[in-house]
């Protein structure tokens, strides 16, 4: 990573990297400066705006991410899915385990921890949508099935959309790893000007968003594990605040360091830890039964994928409870779209769309549903015949139920420190990448930012999570979440559009005239090459950042 702190002059593009930069620092500051003077009066005025938002929008979170699903898997299955995501004679850097690995590390977090017990062990009490009978049988599979449309393929369908994008943009065309290259074919050269900056700031506060969201999430997972191993009382806002800050300043100096191969390292770690600890609780708990839920929650989802894709609420009551759970989850990762769109088409490069959509719906979407079936299935078995009431305490506090389960198996310490050091894990190397791509984006499109800009974005990411989460606490983070991804969801939508035109136009699906040689092998240096933007198009995609 480059040392130099004049990044701006360096940059061919000087004058839109400051006007990104600048324009973002200020509005982030004033966000927060309004929120720490004013909490009361910014959260009324935010619980206002979400309500607006989720009535008149929240159709969005969930049609969007399902015509995105279907695209990608028509891209896949046609003749676009044999374009490659780089030349046409690219190969894969890296072996296909290998890329497994490190894709599914890319979101495989500490929302994993915090409701991976939670959110299926709630929704037995209070069944989405009132699909079914409070802690019956029946209850089980509509949690699992509704945990699973919220963390399965629609997640996966916002992330692959942005991956493809960014990947064919970067590898393919040789252009900056930013969004607003990509919508060319509907802007033009407003791409280049104020609407593309524009764009640039939005993918910047999203981004921001999301991250602090996941790292409000983190202290208060780390506090309450923290609590469950020593019995201090450390479930407080300003032990969460500590916490915050000390996390701060390691992820911010392990960007500005720069050393990509320990990141990578400790993201291996985290997926031997978090296995082992689904593989543990799968043979402690009750293992039959949650093979056999499995099975049949899986098979509910995939028969009703339609009917709950499309289950928009009907009542205010089933508005609050989506805004809650699916139009929340469906904004956190519409905000983390760009950060593991970058992560991925970094790794991506020299693999097929086909290959692409097809790992990237398919792996996650597998693994996460095993998850949730297993610590969930597991607090909702014991809650249904042991009456341990994890679901009961996880409604009053969502961060209480993974310890909670833990709690009711063997050797509790050893599987609570286990789930902390997860916690922390997940918070450094999420949080280090995040800087990073904020950086990247902040000053256009440069891949080695400098290390004083990677200062002031790990700074104002710790920060602004420490103040939204003081001025309200997880509902605070949720609602910031939300209104920053409501208007983003739509860019997203000129996203594909954007890419199916660029598709269109690839040499090597546009017809030949005499039946020779495609115009892709004919014309190789002219379209298949990256000569414009080496940095950008992903020449040293060595390490990823998580």
Do not use: C
């Amino acid at each position: 990573m480059s040392q130099d702190a004049s990044v701006f002059e360096n940059s061919p593009d000087a004058g839109r990297g400051r006007v990104v930069f600048w324009v973002s620092v200020v509005l982030i500051l004033v966000i927060m400066v309004v929120a720490a003077a004013v909490p009361e009066q910014v959260g009324e005025a935010s619980d206002q705006a979400l309500s607006w938002v989720t009535e008149n929008t929240g159709w969005s979170m969930l049609v969007i991410p399902l015509a995105i699903m279907v695209l990608l898997v028509v891209l896949a299955v046609t003749k676009y899915g044999r374009i490659k995501l780089g030349p046409d004679d690219s190969e894969p850097e890296y072996p296909t385990y290998a890329w497994i690995a490190m894709l599914m590390g890319a979101v495989m977090g500490i929302g994993l921890i915090t409701y991976g017990v939670a959110q299926p062990v709630i929704h037995l009490w209070t069944p989405p949508h009132g699909l079914s009978e409070p802690g019956s049988q029946d209850a089980v599979v509509d949690a699992l099935r509704f945990t699973f449309l919220d963390w399965g393929l629609h997640a996966w369908a916002i992330f692959g959309i942005f991956g493809l994008a960014i990947g064919y943009s970067t590898h393919r065309l040789g252009n900056k790893g930013l969004v607003s290259p990509i919508l060319r074919p509907l802007i033009a050269r407003h791409a280049d000007g104020v609407v593309g900056k524009a764009v640039d700031v939005l993918v910047i506060l999203s981004t921001l968003f999301g991250t602090t969201t996941s790292l409000g999430l983190g202290a208060a997972q780390v506090s309450q594990g923290l609590e469950q191993v020593t019995g201090a009382a450390l479930t407080t806002i300003p032990a969460q605040l500590v916490i915050i800050s000390v996390i701060t300043v390691i992820f911010t100096a392990s960007a500005m360091s720069g050393v990509g191969r320990g990141i990578r390292h400790l993201s291996q770690i985290t997926m031997v830890l978090a296995l082992a600890l689904l593989v543990f609780v799968l043979v402690a708990g009750p293992t039959t039964y949650l093979i056999n839920m499995y099975f049949r929650a899986v098979g509910s989802y995939a028969g009703d994928f339609l009917e709950i894709s499309l289950m928009l609420p009907a009542t205010s009551d089933e508005l609050a409870w989506m805004q809650w759970w699916t139009y929340f989850m469906m904004a956190w990762w519409v905000s983390w779209g760009a950060f593991v769109g970058v992560f991925l088409a970094r790794i991506s490069k020299g693999r097929t769309i086909r290959q692409f959509v097809g790992v990237v719906l398919g792996v996650p979407t597998v693994v996460f549903s095993a998850w949730f079936t297993v610590f969930g299935g597991s607090a909702m078995f014991m809650d249904m015949n042991r009456g341990t009431a994890i679901g009961q305490a996880a409604a009053e506090n969502v961060n209480t139920a993974f310890f909670g389960l833990l709690d009711q198996l063997p050797w509790t310490l050893l599987t609570s420190v286990v789930a902390i050091i997860l916690v922390v894990l997940y918070f450094v190397t999420g949080a280090d990448s995040n800087t990073y791509v904020l950086a990247v984006i902040s000053t256009d499109g440069n891949m080695h930012p400098s290390r004083p800009v990677l200062l002031v974005w790990g700074a104002l990411t710790g920060a602004m999570a420490a103040v939204l989460l003081y001025a309200g606490g997880l509902q605070a983070l949720q609602t910031a979440v939300m209104l920053s991804a409501a208007p983003f969801i739509f860019v997203i939508l000129a996203l594909a559009v954007s890419v199916v035109a660029l598709l269109r136009k690839d040499p090597l699906v546009l017809p030949t005239s005499s039946g020779g040689p495609s115009v892709a092998h004919q014309l190789p240096q002219r379209f298949l090459t990256n000569n414009n933007n080496d940095d950008a198009a992903g020449a040293e995609p060595a390490e990823p950042r998580s």
